[in-house]
């Protein structure tokens, strides 16, 4: 079973929808299905954003579900090949992210950090993460955080 692990930072619901969108897009043109863990519902953010785009729309993207759901969810979802985003406090991402883990299913986990949160944990979620999620794509947090060495392995 291999699990990729991703993270993203992000300061408000508007900026993660926007920060994500083109990686998204990507992942749903290479036929990647994608499964979100919500603590809250971000959908009205995610209409707001797809409509002020130059007044386009993309459809896929917004089939997506994007209202919230509890991690108790996940023991019923099949996570083989796909990408679940999971959005929320630290708790509620370590408590997906267990739940994710201990599934015999190959997938990729991008866990959403606010900053706020975040900040303060940086060198250790970034040691728990193969990659970075930004507007540029996949990044090693190395490419991204001068300075940054890791630490640990990932667990």
């Not at 291999?2 to 990507?26: A, Q, S």
């Not at 959908?43 to 759901?69: A, F, T, Y």
């Not at 023991?75 to 679940?84: E, F, G, S, T």
């Amino acid at each position: 079973m291999n699990k990729k692990r991703l993270c993203c930072f992000y300061v408000n619901d508007i900026h993660l929808i926007t920060m994500l969108l083109p990686y998204i897009n990507e992942r749903i043109n290479e036929s990647t299905e994608i499964i979100t863990v919500l603590e809250s519902d971000i959908s009205k953010s995610v209409k707001k954003v797809m409509n002020g785009i130059h007044g386009k729309r993309s459809e896929s993207l917004l089939k997506i579900d994007w209202k919230n759901k509890g991690v108790d969810e996940l023991y019923n979802i099949n996570v083989q090949d796909k990408l679940i985003l999971v959005y929320g406090n630290d708790e509620f991402i370590k408590e997906a992210n267990i739940i994710i883990s201990n599934k015999n299913e190959n997938c990729e986990i991008l866990n959403c950090y606010e900053m706020m949160q975040g900040s303060a944990k940086l060198q250790e979620i970034l040691d728990k993460h193969d990659k970075v999620v930004n507007t540029a794509g996949e990044k090693y947090p190395e490419e991204l955080f001068t300075g940054y060495t890791k630490k640990v392995a990932i667990s």
